[in-house]
């Protein structure tokens, strides 16, 4: 087993896959519903296979002529909090994930890797899914393993836990090993983005990340039906505020030199991220381009896995195939 492949369903903007691209794998089919995400993988990949098409819907035979792949990659969206799943009856999130087992069963892969939520690899509240899903692999040959990683752990400036999936055909389960934390200290955002604020001559910009001590909050997208970019809830917001940062929106661009940062003043004296930080907290590299208006890129951001996280599991799942 020489080059190993895989089949990637929503890809978002690409961060599980260029993860896995970083770990050796080449894709033959990235499947994405939306417009901004599809435009965003074509931009960066251009010789990548981009289908702009509901997984719902998805059939792997009428877009593959060889649909034998190594590896079958699904970032999903995320499922909902509790409190969130309570104000909602849609279950869309729920219907993808059984998707991607059901996919299983026509690609056959010799891998099947899922990301989400933390909670799904051990909350009550989707026992049934985890059910469903052993019944299904053990009856398809693989064995499988439920864990948590934290994005901090992998050099990641964010308190990003994953819930993770892992199944592997029976004869090389045996080989695979979560992978472990490839940084000893946690990245700091002061650190992260220190380059980034200083860029436009920002005068505070050393004062500010000098402060900035600890990893980001974790980045959340938000619905296609929700207002404009912010960070997150009213618990992570204040979080930010302790680190000098506006979390109610999203600035335009970084800070000139005239910007004069004083959080003791709120809101308006704090300094206000811009898309393309949060996609260094994301830990996408500079280069890599995000598509569409403002709340778009951000949503794609946010719902986006981290690539060093997808580098290290696709690494870890290399090593158990080559075994």
């Known amino acids: 087993m020489s080059g190993l492949t895989f089949l990637d369903v929503c890809s978002g903007a690409g961060g599980l896959a260029l993860g896995l691209e970083r770990a050796g794998f080449e894709p033959k089919l990235l499947l994405d519903e939306d417009d901004d995400a599809c435009r965003t993988l074509r931009t960066n990949r251009p010789h990548w296979n ?41 279950g869309q999130e729920e219907r993808l994930l059984e998707a991607a087992i059901y996919l299983a069963h026509a690609v056959r892969p010799r891998a099947l890797l899922v990301e989400n939520v933390p909670t799904l690899a051990h909350a009550d509240r989707f026992r049934d899914f985890r059910e469903f899903a052993r019944a299904e692999l053990e009856h398809l040959g693989y064995e499988f393993s439920w864990f948590i990683l934290n994005a901090a752990d992998f050099g990641v400036p964010q308190d990003r836990k994953q819930g993770l999936l892992v199944a592997i055909q029976r004869k090389w389960f045996s080989a695979f090993r979560p992978p472990p934390p490839t940084v000893d200290t946690h990245v700091a955002v002061g650190e992260a983005l220190l380059p980034s604020m200083r860029s436009r001559g920002w005068r505070d910009a050393e004062r500010w990340a000098a402060q900035a001590t600890t990893v980001a909050p974790t980045l959340v997208g938000g619905s296609k039906n929700r207002g404009g970019a912010d960070l997150g809830l009213a618990g992570t917001k204040r979080k930010w505020e302790g680190m000098g940062v506006n979390a109610h929106s999203l600035g335009n661009e970084i800070p000139g030199p005239d910007f004069v940062w004083a959080p003791e003043l709120g809101r308006d004296g704090m300094v206000r991220l811009t898309v ?48």
């Open 50 to 90: 981009v289908l702009q098409e509901d997984l719902l819907e998805f059939v792997p035979s009428e877009h593959l002529e060889d649909y034998d792949v190594d590896l079958l990659s699904a970032g999903l969206p995320r499922v909902k909090s509790n409190a969130t799943a309570a104000r909602t009856e849609s």
């Open 276 to 323: 393309d930080q949060a996609a260094l907290l994301q830990s996408f590299p500079e280069d890599w381009e995000i598509t569409g208006k403002k709340t778009a890129r951000y949503r794609q951001i946010g719902h986006a896995s981290p690539p060093p996280v997808g580098e290290a599991l696709g690494r870890a799942i290399a090593t158990a195939l080559r075994s």
